[in-house]
């Protein structure tokens, strides 16, 4: 994140209000639940602290909902119960992150996925705060996408309870963390470059301000954002240790970025035409074996339309 974004949080100054509305809802709950979760190891644990420790959460994020649906309406409370939500998350990942079992992979593994989907959010609000929607968390962003989070949860907790052990390769998770913050560096980076001209969905119509971005990480790969997001999606499965879904989320990456970024090409070469091409000779996609559309491949356009079916 560029430094001015960084002074901008701190300042809150060029912040649009919901802007300014998640991040002080994912601090305040994130805040609550890192206490209440490390009270035990700060204080001792005592019978009247086992309560606080466990049940406390719960009843927290019931009365900090509560408050929420109390003070807010609409979209502001659409807003504020999601950063609240991810700002428990990510207390919870840290918490978990502390074990010294299986479930420290699944508490880091949280901790990325709830930064992830918070910072989607704020990156629009910092530099395209117009399209600022709910979607911009993407929390809902396909049936496909949950279905893939829900089967990496299960495959975890099956290995984790009948092989214990596969879980404990920390090393291994370490690297898989490292990976997923080497992409979201890189997407957040393609989005602050992009600021109005970056957007979460494919536009088949030219704005009249659309600019083709070809500098900073843009200068690097041709889809930065794209390639951010398909290393950390495997990172997250390197992260939990999961052998299978880390050959599926691979295998599934791979193929939607190489049908999505065919057709945002064949859109870029409509609006940008010789520009956009010559850009195309200078610079790849940045993704493996993924060459986007290539005008004049008459190869590559029947293959590609035989994987559009």
Known sequence: MPQ????DLIRMKNVCPAGRQALGCFLVSFLIFTTSFFSGSALGYTSELWALNYWG???????LNFILRYCYKGFTYEVSVRSAFLGTAFATGLYLATFENGLCVFGLYTMVLSMFHFSEFMAVALTNPKTLTIDSFILNHSLQYGVAAVSSWIEWAVEYYFFPDMKTYFWISGIGVAMCVGGEILRKSAMFTA???????VQYVKRPDHQLVTHGVYALCRHPSYVGWFYWSIGTQITLLNPFCLVVYALASW???RERVYAEELTLLAFFGPQYSEY??????GLPFIQGHVPGNTAQDLRDDHWSY
């Open 4 to 7: 001015w974004c960084i002074l």
């Open 57 to 63: 959460p719960a009843l927290y994020f019931c009365l």
């Open 195 to 201: 600021k109005t001209n970056f957007n979460h969905t």
């Open 255 to 257: 193929t939607f970025f």
């Open 280 to 285: 195309q000779t200078k610079v790849g996609t």
